[in-house]
């Protein structure tokens, strides 16, 4: 089985790409584990509790004048904006967004429902200069439900 290229990843916040990333990750779900053990028991036992979204960053060099992609990416953090429409592509047509149905895992199914739709919180951003380099930045979130695959 052939993976996918990196090269052909791209950020996009609706259809607009943001300019000159280089790499992105998808730290994904994590679930609570809830110690069920109780006197007497000799080996912990445990429950599934509630899902984590994770975390989703990415980085690359610096353009002050992509207001569509960094600057757009910078005032959502600034003004505590939810994003709905960040996607992180893994090829030219299937990337990962926040789920905006009320179903896990899939944005048509409705199995296992939650009553919100997911969005990305952009919780910080950092830029670094060195002589010998070019201005990079690199941006954080925080996902408030879940990615899905379309």
Do not use: H
Not at 76 to 101: G, H, K, W
Not at 117 to 127: C, H, P, Q, R, W
């Amino acid at each position: 089985m052939a993976g996918n290229a990196g090269y052909v990843c791209s950020v996009r916040i609706g259809t607009n790409t943001v300019t000159l990333m280089g790499s992105w990750s998808l730290d994904g779900i994590a679930a609570d584990q809830i110690e069920t053990s109780a006197f007497g028991d000799t080996w912990k036992t445990f429950e599934f509790g509630m899902k984590d979204g994770g975390t989703i960053s990415f980085a690359g060099l610096f353009d002050p004048a992509d207001t569509t992609g960094q600057q757009a990416l910078m005032n959502a953090n600034l003004e505590n904006t939810d994003m709905t429409d960040i996607r992180l592509y893994i090829d030219s047509t299937s990337y990962f967004v926040p789920c905006q149905t009320t179903g896990y895992f899939s944005p048509t199914t409705t199995t296992g429902a939650d009553t919100k739709a997911s969005v990305v919180n952009i919780t910080g951003f950092n830029l670094s200069a060195d002589k010998a380099d070019v201005v990079k930045v690199d941006f954080s979130g925080k996902v408030s439900g879940v990615m899905v695959l379309v």
